[in-house]
Structures are given as C-alpha cells and as structure tokens.
C-alpha cells in the first residue's frame, strides 16, 4: 500500500481562537498604529460640533471659566475661604474633571455611538476608544486657557507659602514641581483608555449601564474635593489621620487621579502616595481590559 504523501494531503493549519491575549493585545497595538486616523476624526468631531459657530471651539473655554468663576466665587463665600487662592483650586480642579467625566459618560456609549463604523469600518475597536479620549484630550486643551488666564491674575498669590482656608494645610507655593503634572495627565489618559474600553464593552452588552454610570457620577462629584478644599477635613479632624471623616476623600479614587495633576499645577506639595494609588489602579484596571477585551471583543460588533 502506497503511503499517502504529505504534499497531497497538507495538514490543516491549527484553529486559533478568538479569545486570546494576543488578539487582545494586537487590538490595542494596531489602533495605536492607526493614530493618524483616530487624531484626525477626534479633531474633525470638534469641528463639526462647532461647525456653524463663529467663535468656534473658543464655546469650551468660555464655559469652563464661566463655571469655575461662578462656583469658585459661591463656595469660597460658603466655606469662607480666600479667594485668590481658592478660585485657583477650583478652577483646576473643574477642568480634570470635565475630561475624567467625559472619558467615563461617552466612554459607556463609545462603542455603541460607534455602530455605523464598527459594522463597515475594517478597524481595531480600540480605535474608537482612543478617538474618544484624545477628543477629550482636545477638549482639556482648550480649557487650559482658562487656568493660564487664572494663573496671571492670581500668580502673586500662589508663588509663595499660602493656605487654600484658614486651619488648612499650607501649600509650598509654585515651583519647577509643575512639570509633574505632564506625567500625572499621562497617566490620567491611560486610565481613560482602559476605563472605556471596560464599560463600552459592558454597555454594549447591558445598555442599563450608561443611564447608572451618568446617575452615579453626580454623586461622585460631590463627594470628590474640587468644589471644596481637601483640607477642610483636616481642620475638621485637628490634623489627625485616624478621624472616619478623613476617609471620605482618601477611599474616593477619582480623588488620587485629580491630584495628580491638580496638585503640581498649584504648587501644592506633591504627596507621592497619590502617586503609588494611580499607579496600582493603573496596573489592575488595564490587567481588567485586557481580560474583557480578551473575551469580548469579538462579539462587540454583534451587540450593538
């Protein structure tokens, strides 16, 4: 009997699953390749929002200051605090947070506000995760103006040992400790990626998630010093650190992420275990991406 030859009958390339790290993995890597096209699209979703306005993008930086000036005068009236310092803190403060709540609210809806292009646009999903974050990259850039503006009025008064309210915590003042903010808005940026990719995933699954993300931002909010200063508790408490009420900041996450970049630009002391926190949720939270990506990241097309 002949022996059937290897050439006539090839053997059949082995499967290879779709849920595998290294699709994972690769889907991350080639949106990163594909920057020119989610650069562009970011910076054309900005125009076409502002297409027919006169002003333009300049809408961004004139709601940012109105807001920061509006609440920044009501709560330092409120919390009788010095103004010229306070209105500094809560300026800054506003603008990490509009792009820590932008990448989380459009980030529940980016795959499914994405449905036309996921469906016929031969591209990595991560694609529209990264469009989402560099346009509300774009965003905070704008908004920087504001606290440019803020930092020539009031600089005076920030360039030297000052308290935000009477009792607090005295701040060192300005000083080449600003450039830690490029690498804390770096890693402000990163979380944003994996936090969307983790919720776009799950929204496009159970769209109830959007409506509870939106619903429970507010309370964080609240509950994240931006319109009152951290250093209140610690006037409440005597400057102790075993008080409950010191908790409500240090067990709030977006807390650390704000202070990363809040704290340098205001010449505040730069506490490094803000740092330590940012980096470990980092590390667990694109440790979670990968795994939802993993698993899910072909059925997206399908579920939205």
Known sequence: MQATSTLDHPEAPPAISSRSFKRAFADVREAWDHRELWGHLGWQDIKQRYRRSVIGPLWITISMGTTALALGLLYSVLFDTNVPTFLPYVTVGFIVWN?????????????????????????????????????????????????????????????????????????????????????????????????????????????????????????????????????????????????????????????????????????????????????GFTVAGWGLAMVILRNYRARVSYWV
Not at 170 to 195: D, E, K, R, Y
Not at 253 to 277: K, N, T
Request: with cysteine; aromatic share 12%; net charge negative.
């Open 99 to 279: 792009f820590i709540l932008g990448c989380i609210t459009e980030g529940t809806d980016v795959f499914i506000a994405n449905e036309g292009l996921i469906k016929h646009l031969p591209a990595p999903i991560t694609v529209h995760v990264m469009r989402m974050v560099w346009r509300q990259v774009l965003f905070l850039l704008h908004n920087l103006a504001v606290y440019a503006i803020v930092l020539a009025i009031f600089f005076t008064s920030l360039n030297h040992q000052y308290q935000i309210s009477e009792g607090g915590p005295v701040h060192p003042g300005l000083s080449w400790t600003i450039v830690l903010a490029i690498p804390g808005f770096a890693l402000l940026a990163l979380n944003a990626v994996w936090v969307a990719l983790a919720f776009g995933v799950i929204s496009t699954r159970f769209r109830d998630i959007p409506p509870v993300v939106t619903s429970f931002i507010n309370l964080v909010f609240f509950m994240t010093p931006i319109v009152w200063d951290a250093g209140v508790l610690q006037k409440v408490t005597g400057g102790g650190s075993n008080d409950w009420r010191i908790l409500i900041a240090e067990l709030n996450p977006v807390y650390h992420f704000v202070e990363v970049v809040r704290a340098p630009l205001l010449g505040h002391a730069v506490d490094w275990h803000h740092w330590a926190i940012v980096g």
